[in-house]
Nanobody
Framework: HVRLAESGGGLVQAGDSLKLSCVAS????????MAWFRQAPGKGREFVAG????????DYVDSVKGRFTVSINNAKNTLYLQMNNLKSEDTAVYYC?????????????????WGQGTQVTVSS
């Protein structure tokens, strides 16, 4: 039973950077890929960034392109999200998830394991 644990969230100012990490409990990532989603207060869960396990394909929501970078280290069983030039609208709980079936990165139904989330708060 794979568990995902996010870390790295916090309170920062607009323009600052944060790097989120997501560690899987078993020794290897399995499945088709990994992704980050986020959920702001009063809003639904939104896809942020996704990556295949071989790292060859990545996808981002338009609002973070050029500012966020998703990466994966299979040897460490860890997924990352480097977030630069943070904006107040990036404030949310960030979740990592394992994609179980091939398909669009932005479809939550393609993911079978989710972490508990880490809070990111950006003050303007």
């Amino acid at each position: 039973h794979v568990r995902l644990a996010e870390s790295g969230g916090g309170l920062v100012q607009a323009g600052d950077s944060l790097k989120l990490s997501c560690v899987a409990s078993d020794r290897t990532f399995v499945g088709d890929g990994m992704a980050w989603f986020r959920q702001a207060p009063g809003k639904g869960r939104e896809f942020v960034a996704g990556i295949t396990l071989d790292g060859r394909r990545r996808d981002y929501v338009d609002s973070v392109k050029g500012r966020f970078t998703v990466s994966i280290n299979n040897a460490k069983n860890t997924l990352y999200l480097q977030m630069n030039n943070l904006k107040s609208e990036d404030t949310a709980v960030y979740y990592c998830a394992r994609r179980a079936v091939r398909g669009p990165f932005d479809q939550p139904t393609n993911y079978d394991v989710w972490g508990q989330g880490t809070q990111v708060t950006v003050s303007s």
